[in-house]
Nanobody
Framework: QVQLVESGGGLVQAGGSLTLSCAAS????????MGWFRQAPGREREFVAA????????YYKVSVKGRFTITRDNAKSTVYLQMNSLKPEDTAIYYC??????????????????WGQGTQVTVSS
């Protein structure tokens, strides 16, 4: 049984930082690309960042590039999202997801096979 468990969300003031973690189990972690998505109230789920299985290729939503950093530790089966300079518009539930890395685009959420339960990030102004 595949499980993705996010942690690290919380309430932070604008300009602050948070680091999200996603621990995976039940799958060969090093074979999967990992992504972070978010969903704000009343809005569709959107892509935030993704990293290929080898960590050699990383992709970001334009509005978070330079502020967020995605990394992975294959030995720990964990993917991280370091978020700096947080803004109120970053407020959302953040989800990690896993998909077979077949070399195709990583920003499309329907292509992800497994999802975590989400962790709330709230940025106050």
């Amino acid at each position: 049984q595949v499980q993705l468990v996010e942690s690290g969300g919380g309430l932070v003031q604008a300009g602050g930082s948070l680091t999200l973690s996603c621990a995976a189990s039940g799958l060969t972690f090093s074979s999967y690309a990992m992504g972070w998505f978010r969903q704000a109230p009343g809005r569709e789920r959107e892509f935030v960042a993704a990293i290929r299985r080898s960590a050699g290729f990383i992709y970001y939503k334009v509005s978070v590039k330079g502020r967020f950093t995605i990394t992975r530790d294959n030995a720990k089966s964990t993917v991280y999202l370091q978020m700096n300079s947080l803004k109120p518009e970053d407020t959302a539930i953040y989800y990690c997801a896993a998909r077979t890395d077949d070399g195709s685009v990583l920003s499309r959420s329907p292509l992800y096979e497994y999802w975590g339960q989400g962790t709330q990030v709230t940025v106050s102004s």
